[in-house]
């Protein structure tokens, strides 16, 4: 009977501790979220660059980066992100119609939270004239 008790303790105990284990995974800290742009002339692409590090336990992998429309192209860190290191996505607009914008791109990686959106947003105006 004793050794039942002990067996079952040390089994409550192990189960215990395994269900309270929080899970250790990659996470994203970004500079900034939101880049403005501002008023940008016609037929000019024009670039940023958002900077985040891993704040989690794990190295990040970004599996891929989606944009809405073909006017927006990501470029980003291939390599694992180890914990503690920084690395970069750059987005490039092509200014093409004259309007208003606001662009979203979808991370999507192994992160705690592994669907994360940044924006992109101005105005295209004419080009002055040369």
């Not at 291939?78 to 914008?101: D, E, H, R």
């Amino acid at each position: 009977m004793k050794k039942l008790i002990i067996l079952c303790s040390v089994v409550f105990l192990f189960a215990s501790v395994t269900a309270f284990k929080v899970e250790e995974k990659a996470e994203f800290k970004f500079e900034k979220e939101t880049h403005d742009f501002g008023k940008i002339p016609q037929g000019k692409p024009v670039s940023v660059e958002f900077k985040f590090t891993n704040t989690g336990d794990e190295p990040l992998i970004i599996s891929n980066i989606e944009s809405v429309c073909g006017c927006t192209v990501p470029k980003y860190t291939n390599t694992p992100v180890l914990k503690g290191q920084s690395g970069t996505i750059t987005v490039t607009y092509n200014a093409a119609a004259l309007a208003p914008f606001s662009k979203g791109l979808t991370i999507r990686s192994n992160a705690k939270t592994p669907i994360k959106v940044i924006y992109i947003k101005g105005e295209v105006v004419a080009a002055p004239a040369e």
